[in-house]
């Protein structure tokens, strides 16, 4: 079992920046994939980003390229989402996900792919 919990959540002015965490208990931190996800009022789950076992690979929603990185600390079991030049429309709750995949270089858009759900972070764009 791992958990995995955001933090760094919160309110920003449209141009902004965040950066969200994600802390996963596990020992075995580099045996997953991680993901980011997202879900804005009155819509459907959405992929954000994702990060292979290795670090090496990463994908993104179109609508984030370039704006948003991801990235991971073995050393700490953390995964970061660096959000900037926020936009109105990037408001939604951020979750974090785990995937437990015995290929080093994946990262899986689907989230039934993912085994471990943190309970998310809010995140605000507005003036």
């Known amino acids: 079992q791992v958990q995995v919990v955001e933090s760094g959540g919160g309110w920003v002015q449209p141009g902004g920046s965040l950066r969200l965490s994600c802390a996963a208990s596990?020992?075995?931190?580099?045996?997953?994939?991680y993901g980011w996800f997202r879900r804005a009022p009155g819509k459907e789950r959405e992929f954000v980003a994702g990060?292979?076992?290795?670090?090496?690979?990463?994908d993104y929603v179109a609508s984030v390229k370039g704006r948003f990185t991801i990235s991971r600390d073995s050393a700490k079991s953390t995964v970061y989402l660096q959000m900037d030049t926020l936009r109105p429309e990037d408001t939604a709750v951020y979750y974090c996900?785990?995937?437990?995949?015995?290929?080093?270089?994946?990262?899986?858009?689907?989230?039934?792919?993912?085994?471990?759900w943190g309970r998310g972070t809010q995140v605000t764009v507005s003036t």
């Open positions: 990060i292979g076992r290795s670090g090496s690979l990463t």
């Open positions: 596990t020992r075995a931190f580099t045996n997953y994939a």
């Open positions: 996900a785990a995937d437990n995949t015995a290929f080093v270089h994946r990262v899986m858009t689907d989230p039934g792919t993912y085994d471990y």
